[in-house]
């Protein structure tokens, strides 16, 4: 579990409650079921429209990848490239075998197996990319179904709100109800709006960021798979994984046909 992801939005809910405490609020003022019913049950409803079975399926897995910590030191994979590279120049690609099978990351060690099978490049390079393209767009789509929670969130505050209001102006018989009835109508608004800018969109920017972080090693690992199948030196493998691994903005990055 990334306990940073949970601190961070902790940290949102404590200064909302905390603000509107201080303010002189009352907790009870923000605990409203029948607003959270409306608002949650809401967009749950909505997310349901929206996509298929097979895309809602994928929601566990989306929060696991979202929530879960994971290691990626791009250091430790560019030296075991390098390695590689030296093993490959030395001894050939079939000794390869060895340390492909034995590397516990698994994109790498698909393509240092291709390697060793003696796989054309441009086929290595056509297999690996596509690939990459399944692990981005099946991460694009976990995004989603945060974004359009985050979407429908606000809007189903404002529903909950106007339906609050409805009911408030059913009873102006009871004036002295009016005050905290329509306090009680914008909790609706105020849970669509915090949850998606508190909760949906930053999860989905999360997901969005983890992926770009993910397909960066992933093509970076390509460009090493590839040099490695060239026999290029070593100390060049290193430089060109280095190099391509410090351009942050993808647009910037260049492919890994100019890489090679």
């Known amino acids: 579990m990334e306990f940073i992801t949970i601190i961070g939005i902790l940290i949102g809910i404590a200064a909302l409650v905390g603000g509107f405490l201080w303010e002189g609020g009352h907790m009870i003022g923000l605990l409203q079921w029948t607003s959270a019913l409306i608002v949650f049950g809401g967009t749950a409803a909505a997310v349901i429209v929206s996509f298929s079975r097979a895309k809602l399926k994928t929601f566990p897995r989306a929060i696991a990848y979202a929530f879960t910590s994971r290691k990626q030191d791009n250091d430790r ?14 001894s050939g690609v079939l000794a390869l075998e060895k340390q492909g099978e034995d590397h516990d990351d698994p994109f790498l060690k698909e393509g240092i197996q291709l390697v060793v099978d003696g796989t054309d490049q441009q086929l290595i390079k056509q297999i690996m990319e596509l690939e990459i393209d399944a692990v981005e767009q099946r991460h694009e789509g976990y995004a989603k179904l945060f974004e359009a929670a985050g979407g429908y969130a606000p809007t189903m505050g404002i529903i909950g709100t106007v339906m ?6 059913g009873s102006l018989s009871e004036p002295t109800n009016l005050g905290p009835s329509i306090a009680l109508a914008f909790t609706a608004t105020l849970y669509g709006v915090a949850s998606a800018n508190l909760l949906f969109l930053p999860i989905a920017s999360k997901i969005k960021s983890r992926n770009e972080e993910d397909v960066l090693r992933m093509e970076m690992l390509l460009l090493g798979i590839l040099s490695v199948q ?10 060109k994984l280095e190099s391509f691994a410090s ?7 260049p492919s890994v046909e100019e890489a090679l």
């Open 247 to 253: 351009q942050e903005n993808r647009s910037m990055r």
């Open 230 to 239: 060239n026999g290029d030196h070593p100390s060049l493998v290193r430089k």
């Open 164 to 169: 609050g209001l409805i009911h408030v102006l």
């Open 77 to 90: 994979l560019i030296e075991d490239v390098v390695s590689m590279a030296t093993t490959a120049r030395r």
